[in-house]
Protein backbone atom coordinates (compact mmCIF):
# COMPACT_ATOMS: atom_id res chain seq x y z
CA UNK A 1 0.00 0.00 0.00
CA UNK A 2 1.23 3.38 -1.02
CA UNK A 3 -1.49 5.61 -1.82
CA UNK A 4 -1.03 7.22 1.09
CA UNK A 5 -3.87 10.27 1.37
CA UNK A 6 -3.55 13.17 4.09
CA UNK A 7 -6.81 14.12 3.70
CA UNK A 8 -10.04 14.47 6.29
CA UNK A 9 -12.89 13.67 3.83
CA UNK A 10 -12.88 10.77 0.81
CA UNK A 11 -15.79 11.60 -2.21
CA UNK A 12 -17.24 13.78 -0.02
CA UNK A 13 -17.73 11.51 3.23
CA UNK A 14 -15.92 12.30 6.38
CA UNK A 15 -13.11 9.94 7.68
CA UNK A 16 -12.47 9.06 11.27
CA UNK A 17 -11.19 11.58 13.44
CA UNK A 18 -8.79 10.58 15.82
CA UNK A 19 -5.24 11.12 16.96
CA UNK A 20 -4.08 8.11 15.32
CA UNK A 21 -5.00 9.59 11.92
CA UNK A 22 -2.24 11.84 11.71
CA UNK A 23 0.01 9.71 9.29
CA UNK A 24 -2.86 9.40 6.97
CA UNK A 25 -5.06 7.48 5.16
CA UNK A 26 -4.80 4.14 2.81
CA UNK A 27 -6.81 5.23 -0.45
CA UNK A 28 -6.86 1.78 -1.66
CA UNK A 29 -8.31 0.58 1.79
CA UNK A 30 -10.87 4.01 1.76
CA UNK A 31 -11.79 3.08 -1.60
CA UNK A 32 -12.45 -0.72 -1.34
CA UNK A 33 -14.81 0.22 1.93
CA UNK A 34 -16.67 2.33 -0.44
CA UNK A 35 -17.24 -0.03 -2.99
CA UNK A 36 -18.16 -3.01 -0.63
CA UNK A 37 -21.07 -0.26 0.84
CA UNK A 38 -22.17 0.44 -2.38
CA UNK A 39 -22.31 -3.43 -4.26
CA UNK A 40 -23.91 -4.10 -0.21
CA UNK A 41 -26.62 -1.50 -0.44
CA UNK A 42 -27.59 -2.24 -4.25
CA UNK A 43 -27.93 -6.31 -3.42
CA UNK A 44 -30.43 -5.23 0.05
CA UNK A 45 -32.26 -2.38 0.74
CA UNK A 46 -31.51 -3.11 4.44
CA UNK A 47 -28.05 -3.97 5.43
CA UNK A 48 -26.61 -4.32 8.93
CA UNK A 49 -23.41 -2.94 9.67
CA UNK A 50 -20.71 -4.09 12.52
CA UNK A 51 -17.23 -3.91 13.27
CA UNK A 52 -15.08 -6.39 15.40
CA UNK A 53 -11.51 -6.47 16.72
CA UNK A 54 -9.71 -10.18 17.32
CA UNK A 55 -6.83 -9.68 19.39
CA UNK A 56 -3.60 -12.92 19.83
CA UNK A 57 -3.37 -13.68 23.86
CA UNK A 58 -0.85 -11.45 25.44
CA UNK A 59 2.94 -12.12 25.01
CA UNK A 60 1.78 -14.74 22.21
CA UNK A 61 3.69 -13.27 19.61
CA UNK A 62 6.51 -16.47 19.25
CA UNK A 63 3.18 -19.22 19.42
CA UNK A 64 1.26 -18.35 16.25
CA UNK A 65 2.47 -17.62 12.45
CA UNK A 66 3.47 -14.41 11.32
CA UNK A 67 1.48 -14.46 8.48
CA UNK A 68 -2.43 -14.13 7.78
CA UNK A 69 -3.49 -18.00 7.88
CA UNK A 70 -5.27 -18.20 11.16
CA UNK A 71 -7.56 -15.03 9.92
CA UNK A 72 -7.97 -16.72 7.19
CA UNK A 73 -9.40 -20.34 8.41
CA UNK A 74 -11.26 -18.18 10.93
CA UNK A 75 -13.28 -15.80 8.54
CA UNK A 76 -13.51 -19.24 6.11
CA UNK A 77 -15.59 -20.40 8.96
CA UNK A 78 -17.26 -17.50 9.75
CA UNK A 79 -18.17 -16.67 6.15
CA UNK A 80 -19.70 -20.48 6.07
CA UNK A 81 -21.65 -19.82 9.12
CA UNK A 82 -23.43 -16.75 7.96
CA UNK A 83 -23.84 -17.75 4.55
CA UNK A 84 -25.91 -21.10 5.82
CA UNK A 85 -27.91 -18.51 8.11
CA UNK A 86 -28.62 -16.49 5.08
CA UNK A 87 -27.16 -13.22 6.29
CA UNK A 88 -24.90 -12.99 2.32
CA UNK A 89 -21.87 -11.62 4.65
CA UNK A 90 -19.64 -8.90 3.26
CA UNK A 91 -16.36 -7.94 5.28
CA UNK A 92 -13.06 -5.71 4.71
CA UNK A 93 -10.21 -6.90 7.14
CA UNK A 94 -6.86 -4.82 8.27
CA UNK A 95 -3.91 -6.62 10.05
CA UNK A 96 -2.38 -3.60 12.52
CA UNK A 97 1.24 -4.04 14.93
CA UNK A 98 0.58 -2.77 18.77
CA UNK A 99 3.57 -0.28 18.60
CA UNK A 100 3.47 -1.16 22.44
CA UNK A 101 2.90 -4.86 22.78
CA UNK A 102 4.11 -5.76 19.20
CA UNK A 103 1.36 -8.03 19.20
CA UNK A 104 -0.85 -8.52 15.80
CA UNK A 105 -4.31 -7.74 15.93
CA UNK A 106 -7.27 -7.34 13.20
CA UNK A 107 -9.97 -5.00 12.42
CA UNK A 108 -13.23 -6.27 10.57
CA UNK A 109 -15.54 -4.72 8.85
CA UNK A 110 -18.85 -6.87 8.37
CA UNK A 111 -22.05 -6.05 6.17
CA UNK A 112 -24.84 -8.25 6.28
CA UNK A 113 -28.39 -8.63 4.83
CA UNK A 114 -30.75 -6.82 7.64
CA UNK A 115 -33.79 -9.20 6.66
CA UNK A 116 -31.78 -12.08 7.61
CA UNK A 117 -29.39 -10.59 10.92
CA UNK A 118 -29.90 -7.91 13.01
CA UNK A 119 -27.78 -8.54 16.35
CA UNK A 120 -23.86 -8.03 15.87
CA UNK A 121 -23.64 -9.81 19.63
CA UNK A 122 -25.22 -13.13 18.17
CA UNK A 123 -22.59 -13.07 15.50
CA UNK A 124 -20.13 -12.20 18.18
CA UNK A 125 -20.73 -15.60 19.94
CA UNK A 126 -19.97 -17.34 16.85
CA UNK A 127 -17.13 -15.57 16.67
CA UNK A 128 -15.56 -15.87 19.87
CA UNK A 129 -15.99 -19.87 19.49
CA UNK A 130 -14.03 -20.01 15.96
CA UNK A 131 -11.17 -17.92 16.99
CA UNK A 132 -10.90 -19.53 20.08
CA UNK A 133 -10.87 -22.89 17.95
CA UNK A 134 -8.12 -21.22 15.44
CA UNK A 135 -5.77 -20.29 18.79
CA UNK A 136 -6.11 -23.71 20.37
CA UNK A 137 -6.94 -21.78 23.26
CA UNK A 138 -9.88 -22.70 26.34
CA UNK A 139 -10.86 -19.05 27.16
CA UNK A 140 -10.12 -16.14 24.42
CA UNK A 141 -11.99 -13.85 26.76
CA UNK A 142 -11.86 -10.35 25.33
CA UNK A 143 -9.62 -11.14 22.47
CA UNK A 144 -13.07 -10.74 20.12
CA UNK A 145 -15.02 -7.68 20.49
CA UNK A 146 -17.39 -5.38 18.74
CA UNK A 147 -16.57 -2.14 17.83
CA UNK A 148 -17.85 0.64 20.21
CA UNK A 149 -20.88 2.91 18.35
CA UNK A 150 -22.43 5.94 20.02
CA UNK A 151 -25.93 4.52 20.30
CA UNK A 152 -27.15 8.48 20.56
CA UNK A 153 -25.64 9.54 17.53
CA UNK A 154 -26.14 6.33 15.13
CA UNK A 155 -28.97 4.60 16.23
CA UNK A 156 -28.30 0.96 17.92
CA UNK A 157 -29.23 -2.63 16.54
CA UNK A 158 -27.76 -5.22 18.76
CA UNK A 159 -24.24 -3.74 18.24
CA UNK A 160 -24.42 -2.75 14.75
CA UNK A 161 -26.26 -0.27 12.66
CA UNK A 162 -29.02 -0.64 10.05
CA UNK A 163 -28.42 1.21 6.57
CA UNK A 164 -31.80 1.68 5.40
CA UNK A 165 -32.32 2.71 1.40
CA UNK A 166 -35.69 3.77 2.15
CA UNK A 167 -35.78 5.85 5.48
CA UNK A 168 -34.90 9.69 5.17
CA UNK A 169 -32.36 10.00 6.57
CA UNK A 170 -30.34 7.34 4.69
CA UNK A 171 -27.62 8.83 3.27
CA UNK A 172 -26.70 10.41 6.84
CA UNK A 173 -26.67 6.85 8.27
CA UNK A 174 -24.55 5.38 4.94
CA UNK A 175 -22.06 8.54 5.55
CA UNK A 176 -21.86 7.73 9.05
CA UNK A 177 -21.21 4.12 8.79
CA UNK A 178 -18.36 5.06 6.19
CA UNK A 179 -16.58 7.00 8.60
CA UNK A 180 -16.54 4.66 11.05
CA UNK A 181 -15.21 1.80 9.08
CA UNK A 182 -12.73 4.39 7.16
CA UNK A 183 -10.69 3.54 10.96
CA UNK A 184 -9.14 1.02 9.16
CA UNK A 185 -7.53 3.18 6.25
CA UNK A 186 -5.69 4.91 8.38
CA UNK A 187 -1.82 4.66 7.85
CA UNK A 188 -0.97 4.06 11.54
CA UNK A 189 0.41 0.79 13.09
CA UNK A 190 0.74 -0.73 9.74
CA UNK A 191 3.97 -0.70 8.77
CA UNK A 192 6.40 -3.35 9.16
CA UNK A 193 4.78 -6.30 7.73
CA UNK A 194 6.73 -9.59 6.74
CA UNK A 195 7.91 -10.32 3.48
CA UNK A 196 4.61 -11.91 1.13
CA UNK A 197 2.07 -10.88 3.49
CA UNK A 198 -1.14 -8.74 3.20
CA UNK A 199 -1.93 -5.97 5.36
CA UNK A 200 -5.49 -5.58 4.13
CA UNK A 201 -7.96 -8.06 2.40
CA UNK A 202 -11.85 -7.99 1.68
CA UNK A 203 -14.56 -10.36 0.49
CA UNK A 204 -14.09 -8.39 -2.93
CA UNK A 205 -11.67 -7.77 -5.18
CA UNK A 206 -9.24 -4.95 -3.70
CA UNK A 207 -8.65 -2.27 -5.40
Known sequence: MRNVLMVDTYNGMNLSCTRKNGQGFYGEILQSLESLFEHMMKL????????????Y????????????????????????????????????????????????????????????????????????????????VEDNNGLVELSKIDKNEYGHYGGGIQINRNDNNYRHVYEKCYELASYLAKRYS?????????????SMKMS
Open 44 to 55: HGRVYFSMFVLS
Open 57 to 136: PADSCHLYPTDNSLLKRFLDALMHHCRRKNHDPKYLWVRELSPKTGQIHYHLVLLLDYDHSRNARTILLKANELWKRCLN
Open 190 to 202: KEKLPPYVNGHGS
